[in-house]
């Protein structure tokens, strides 16, 4: 069975066939800058042939269509035809309460996506539009919604309660909902295979260190606890996102500098984390050379970044009484060995020692602790994709 992922942003569009029952990747790539200037179709076949077509996409309709096109090129298209596509398997960034496992799309749920529009005003109408136009160039194709918020429903009201009023929560549904879902669950039960561990009597802490990173508790395979809350700005220091900071900042920084709140949002959101830290970059290998150059406050950005991740580490122990194993994955969490490093040296507490050479790898499964450590601490390369490939597996097949 065919299955093609659809992960619809603003202003791109990254997609994936798989052949769901091999969990082959047929063909991938994206669409960027959609409605914008410049805009591109980045292709890749199953083989790694990459082919580039720069066509106008004003909005994600063309989008669409190009890759429908790509995908069924007569020389280098995975499929002959869109009949080739038992079904496609839609991101949505927020579920809200609605939805703790994915589901088959039908007009109910399209108006609970769109309800929880509000909780993710740059992600789910982007969403949204991706599903509408693939609904109507595939009318007879099952399509699937796969949530990020929806694993970390499990979490108890304890974990996922703010300290503001109750109405807020009854009235305007402010609580935690977690972000990074399919990853969180995809590196849980990939750790707790690798480990030999039994996923329903395990504890297992997920790191996911990207962009965007979060922190999971996962209890004999559910979520307690989860750093990202309302919204994805909660919790980790970020490559640009603050994650965790006194509220009181926002009145006292809007006073200071005449900002109003959407300004500071923006700036918490674009202009903070490792970047607003160290005032040279988001991305973990420039701020490696720049400490190394003797930056102090790309140190700093570093130093802030694997403290932060400790202390999570820390919390979520307490959380579940223990823990069996840590495991690392996204772009930091494969790749970044120093911050990796910087990091499980910090949790000696925990019995926790670092294989200094087995901490080298990037980007594969493996084992980062020595065998006499009492935690295990690994690096999972997370998969997404394959997870929204394998929930609308699951619900195609029981059409
Ligand atoms: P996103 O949240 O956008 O999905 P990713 O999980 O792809 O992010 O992570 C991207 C980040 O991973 C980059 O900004 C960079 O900081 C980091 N990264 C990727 N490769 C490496 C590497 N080899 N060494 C250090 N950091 C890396």
Redesign the pocket.
């Known amino acids: 069975m065919n299955v093609l992922v659809i992960n619809c942003g603003s202003s791109s569009l990254k997609f994936q066939l798989f052949n769901a029952d091999t969990e082959k990747v047929l063909a991938s790539g994206i669409c960027d800058r959609i409605g914008i200037e410049g805009s591109v179709l980045n292709y890749k076949d199953s083989e790694g042939k990459k082919t580039e077509k720069k066509e106008p996409m004003p909005n994600h309709t063309k989008a669409i269509e190009m890759v429908l096109e790509a995908l069924t090129d007569k020389q280098n298209g995975a499929i002959s035809s869109l009949e080739d596509i038992r079904a496609v398997g839609h991101r949505v960034v927020h579920g809200g309460e609605f939805f703790k496992e994915s589901v088959l799309i039908n007009d109910t749920v399209l108006t609970h996506i769109k309800e929880c529009s509000d909780l993710a005003p740059l992600h789910n109408p982007a969403n949204l539009m991706g599903i509408d136009v693939c609904r109507q160039k595939m009318p007879n194709t099952p399509m699937v919604a796969v949530f990020d918020t929806a694993f970390h429903q499990t979490m108890p009201p304890q974990a996922y309660v703010y300290g503001v009023p109750y109405e807020w929560y009854e009235k305007h549904k402010v609580r935690r909902y977690g972000f990074h879902g399919t990853s969180h669950k995809y590196v849980s039960q990939k750790t707790a295979e690798f480990l030999g561990l039994h996923y329903h009597n395990s504890k297992i802490i997920v790191c ?6 979060s922190i999971s508790a996962v209890k004999n395979g559910r979520c307690v606890d989860t750093s990202m809350g309302l919204t994805p700005l909660e919790g980790l220091i970020m ?1 640009t996102r603050s994650g965790d900071l006194d509220p009181a900042i926002l009145e006292y920084i809007s006073k200071r500098e005449d900002l109003d709140i959407q300004s500071i949002l923006n700036m918490l959101n674009k202009k903070s984390g490792v970047l607003g830290i160290s005032g040279v970059s ?4 420039d ?2 050379d720049a400490d190394l150059g003797g930056n102090e406050r790309a140190k700093l950005a570093r130093l802030a970044f694997a403290y932060r991740v400790m202390k999570y580490v820390g919390a979520y122990c307490a959380a579940m009484n223990g823990v069996d194993a840590v495991s690392f994955c ?7 060995k ?2 990796r490093g910087m990091i499980v040296r910090q949790l000696e507490f925990l019995g926790v020692e670092l294989d200094e050479e087995a901490n080298n790898i ?1 980007g594969q499964e493996a084992i980062i602790s020595t065998p006499d450590s009492k935690v295990k601490v690994c690096v999972i390369p ?1 998969n997404e994709e394959l997870v929204i490939a394998r929930d609308t597996k699951a619900i195609a097949s029981q059409l």
């Open positions: 996911h260190l990207g962009n965007g990173s490559g988001s991305d973990f290998r701020l490696l996204a772009g930091v969490g494969e790749n970044a120093f911050i990037c997370t």
